[in-house]
């Protein structure tokens, strides 16, 4: 059974960093596409980022280029989210979610229509 569980939450101060955790179980990670999502309170979910399957390329938004980085751990069947340079408007539940089908890749235009399986999300609150 194919599932992704969200860590890493919590409150930050603008500037500040935070490193979400993707825990993937039923499927071995490396084989699979992971993206990185977004939704905050009126606002339509976003792609922020994700990570190819097959050769590890990796995709930012705009908003969030130079100031996320997206990384893949295989031994701990994880994926990373570092946030760094926070800014109020980070403030949302970060998804992660997958294809749930090995060698399916996205990008950040494909990801939200490719992505079938999801997590819990963890809520991200950038405040002074």
Not at 31 to 43: D, E, L, M, N, S
Request: glycine share 10%.
């Amino acid at each position: 059974q194919v599932q992704v569980v969200e860590s890493g939450g919590g409150l930050v101060q603008p500037g500040g960093s935070l490193r979400l955790s993707c825990a993937a179980s039923g499927f071995t990670l490396r084989y699979y596409a992971i993206g990185w999502f977004r939704q905050a309170p009126g606002k339509e979910r976003e792609g922020v980022s994700c990570i190819s399957s097959s050769d590890g390329s990796t995709y930012y938004a705009d908003s969030v280029k130079g100031r996320f980085t997206i990384s893949r751990d295989n031994a701990k069947n994880t994926v990373y989210l570092q946030m760094n340079s926070l800014k109020p408007e980070d403030t949302a539940v970060y998804y992660c979610a997958t294809p749930g089908a090995p060698f399916v890749d996205m990008t950040i235009a494909t990801m939200t229509a490719m992505s079938h399986y999801w997590g819990q999300g963890t809520q991200v609150t950038v405040s002074s």
